[in-house]
């Protein structure tokens, strides 16, 4: 009973720690982000195209996995015969862990090419927020943080 709910347990800590991925998308600031200026760049979309933002690979999953996995595999057998149970548990459930991290933070996102006002040719990758959509000639700003990342926004007022 003990390891089960532990094993519950862990796994609940797993999928709450995927949820807690930030977002990548334009919509999205850290609070870092906050009352840092950006510089702001008029253009226009060239091209957009749907792209896979891979999840991420903490080592939150693995542990959270291999904890799991090292518990279910203490309980089969015993001696010998239960510690290789619970190594390979640990292994697995490690192996498994990182997966399903990694997959519950995958998201979609945008390949939005644009062509700036002043001449440059752009390609930036952002997560694509619910009900988000850029179209080819569509006027855009293109704002690039103190850090150089970028993101695209509609133009305001159009």
Do not use: H, N, W
Not at 8 to 27: D, H
Not at 98 to 122: F, K
């Amino acid at each position: 009973m003990r390891r089960t709910t532990a094993v519950l347990g862990l796994l609940a800590l797993l999928a709450s720690t995927a949820a807690c991925v930030a977002s990548l998308s334009g919509q999205a600031y850290g609070r870092s982000d906050a009352r840092l200026p950006m510089t702001v760049q008029r253009g226009v979309v060239d091209s957009v195209r749907l792209v896979k933002i891979e999840g991420t690979r903490s080592g939150l999953g693995g542990l959270a996995g291999a904890v799991a996995g090292a518990t279910v595999g203490s309980g089969v057998g015993g001696g010998a015969g239960q510690a290789m149970a619970t190594v390979a548990g640990a292994i697995l459930g490690g192996l498994a862990g990182s997966a399903i991290e990694q997959d519950a933070t995958t998201r979609q996102g945008l390949e939005i090419v644009v062509r700036l006002d002043s001449g440059p040719l752009y390609a930036i990758v952002q997560e694509q927020a619910p009900g988000e959509t850029f179209t080819p000639g569509e006027e855009v700003e293109v704002l690039t943080a103190q850090d150089g990342s970028m993101r695209v926004r509609p133009r305001p007022g159009r």
